[in-house]
């Protein structure tokens, strides 16, 4: 007869360990169902408004993040607290009815990675063909909100996201920031075997001297979106695409090499657009879309930003497009820190609006978190 294994003081502490986290899991999932219940009732109260504006407010969803990472003391780190808290308010608001987020399709795009890094999982989220057609989703009231990329850090500004801004009244109504990897993906077994390399313009442009040095001479292809040229990658015998995980696992593809862009801070800076102004959250971004008087004017633009810096607003970005009014005239897309609420922000923008042809808040919103 066997005889019966003794158990030890490990085995006993690790029983209590697990014990004390069966518990705990039954803790945390009976407050997370008390929550959605509260935010039942706030939906209830509110029956008589926007859906959009019922179940998604920025402001409150950035406090409610801000504060999570101010009382976070490990050993999660902060940005495993923010995605755990994001995913948890965004079941909550989707009990009534999903938000229905439009964005840069097809499906594995970087775009659809911010939107459920924003918004979590538990939304619809809508690939659509061109950024042109989030704009008109949302401007329709198909889409609650979209996505769209705005800039990034070593390709720049995304000059069709700016170009829509000038037609569109549909505003802005937060940010984010997503880490950008590049991978070359494919379903060959070596570099030698490339013909051709299908990606976004912005992405060949980020992953420029890397190309430069390992694929001088293959052809670069521009494609409407990364997932397009993933697409081509696994239906095309010789192309690889530049993409990143999401699109490696959508399309079966290879990373023949990863993390292939030319910076390791590669970063995209993502817009959220919708249909209205939301209150302030506290810290805050406002986007302007500005033209001067007269441009000819020696210092006119620097006339028209003045009343920034007399009422301590900073500027952090500006950027130029062609106005499609007349040759060689520009619009000014800025930004600057604060919320058209706060007394300073008022001040300088009832004055820069006397000082400027055209003037247009596109948009107050909390700046990204994390």
Request: charged share 30%; glycine share 6%; proline share 3%.
């Amino acid at each position: 007869m066997a005889s019966k294994k003794k158990s030890t003081g490990n085995d006993v502490d690790l029983a209590d360990l697990r014990a004390r986290i069966d518990a705990g899991d039954e803790q945390i999932q009976k407050l997370i169902n008390e929550r959605a219940r509260y935010a039942q009732e706030v939906a209830v109260t509110k029956s008589s408004e926007d859906a959009a504006a019922i179940f998604f407010r920025p402001e409150r969803e950035a406090q409610v993040l801000r504060a999570v990472v101010e009382r976070n003391q490990g050993p999660l780190r902060d940005e495993e607290m923010v995605r755990l808290f994001r995913e948890i308010m965004s079941a909550c608001l989707a009990q009534e009815e999903p938000l229905k987020i439009g964005y840069l399709g097809p499906e594995g795009t970087f775009t659809q990675s911010a939107v459920y890094k924003h918004f979590g999982h538990s939304v619809r989220a809508l690939p659509l063909a061109t950024i042109d057609e989030v704009f008109h989703e949302v401007e329709s009231g198909s889409a609650d909100f979209g996505v769209v990329p705005i800039e990034n850090s070593t390709a720049g500004a995304v000059n069709h996201t700016l170009d829509n801004f000038l037609m569109s009244p549909l505003k802005i109504c937060g940010e984010l920031e997503l880490r950008i990897r590049q991978h070359l993906l494919g379903s060959m077994d070596g570099l030698d075997k490339v013909v051709r390399v299908c990606a976004h313009p912005q992405s060949l442009a980020q992953c420029r001297a890397w190309l430069k040095e390992y694929l001088e001479g293959i052809e670069q292809v521009e494609v409407a979106s990364n997932a397009e040229g993933a697409r081509r990658a696994r239906d095309e015998a010789g192309t690889a695409a530049i993409a990143g995980d999401a699109a490696a696992e959508v399309y079966g593809l290879d990373k023949l090499i990863a993390d292939i862009e030319d910076r390791p801070d590669n970063t995209t800076r993502f817009l959220v657009i919708g249909r209205d102004l939301f209150s302030s959250s506290g810290d805050d971004r406002t986007t302007l879309l500005l033209s001067t008087a007269d441009a000819d004017d020696a210092g006119s633009l620097h006339n028209m930003l003045a009343p920034l810096s007399e009422n301590g607003v900073n500027m952090t970005r500006i950027e130029s497009r062609p106005s499609r009014r007349r040759k060689w005239h520009y619009v000014f897309f800025i930004d600057i820190e604060g919320h058209v609420e706060d007394d300073n922000v008022a001040a300088a923008l009832k004055e820069l609006e006397k000082n400027a042809q055209l003037f247009r808040v596109l948009g107050s919103y909390p700046k990204a978190i994390l």
